[in-house]
């Protein structure tokens, strides 16, 4: 049973570029949670989703960002036109179906973006 | 808005001794809380849970308590080993709603 898989681990882009960055759940899960995290800082919330609909976005960059989990294929977290500040670790976590009592999330190794 | 704080972005503790790490909340409504551990370069691991309506659960090292009357939540490793030396995310769950909320971290340093 694999778990979360992220890729690609690591992601250079230049300024003005779009990074995608691709998120798929354990089997069996159905929630995916998109994290960044800058360098010396903890775990920032930025997009809740279920398989075709964006539960929570209020982490979410207004502008140049964006994420979607399709009922077939893996979650994207799209950055359009990035910038130096986009540089961070971006982690994707993943849980089983609402209704489905203390559970915890479980957490992809990460995709670098570093942005040149 | 920050639900989940942890107030100590690092802590240094001698091998052998215990490590104390803290955790407050906002929001009462959170019925479910977790530890994680991560490592440079990986994903945050999983470490140890508790259910609001228990105040401690144990499973070797790793002891965490909940005190809901006063919103805290601490993790306790004792003893505490150099491969212990990670950062530490506290979380909480709205079980109906299934959303994880993440502190902002507390890197401990298990000195040899």
């Known amino acids: 049973n694999a778990g979360v898989m992220q890729n690609p681990r690591h992601l250079v882009r230049r300024r003005g570029q779009e990074a995608r960055l691709r998120c798929s759940p354990m089997?069996?899960?159905?929630?995916v949670y998109w994290y960044r995290q800058l360098p010396e800082e903890g775990l920032k919330f930025m997009v809740y989703?279920?398989?075709?609909?964006?539960?929570?976005e209020s982490g979410m960059p207004k502008e140049r960002f964006s994420a979607e989990f399709p009922k077939e294929g893996p979650s994207i977290l799209r950055i359009q036109q990035v910038v130096r500040g986009d540089s961070a670790a971006y982690f994707c976590?993943?849980?089983?179906?609402?209704?489905?009592?203390?559970?915890?999330?479980?957490f992809g190794q990460g995709t670098r973006l570093t942005v040149v | 808005d920050q639900q989940v704080k942890q107030n100590s972005p690092s802590l240094s503790v001698q091998e052998g001794r215990i490590s104390i790490l803290n955790c407050d909340y906002t929001?009462?409504?959170?019925?479910?809380f977790l530890w994680y551990k991560k490592y440079p370069a990986e994903g945050p691991t999983f470490l140890i849970s508790i259910s609001s309506i228990k105040d401690k659960n144990e499973d070797g090292r790793f002891t965490v308590f909940l005190n809901k009357s006063a919103k805290h939540l601490s993790l306790h490793i004792v003893p505490s080993q150099p491969g212990d030396s990670a950062v530490y995310f506290c979380?909480?769950?709205?079980?109906?709603?299934?959303?994880?909320?993440f502190g902002s971290g507390t890197k401990l340093n298990v000195k040899p």
């Open positions: 989703l279920q398989k075709e609909n964006i539960i929570d």
């Open positions: 089997k069996g899960h159905s929630h």
């Open positions: 929001n009462s409504m959170f019925d479910y």
């Open positions: 976590a993943s849980s089983p179906p609402y209704g489905q009592l203390n559970t915890e999330a479980f």
């Open positions: 979380a909480a769950r709205l079980n109906n709603f299934n959303k994880f909320y």
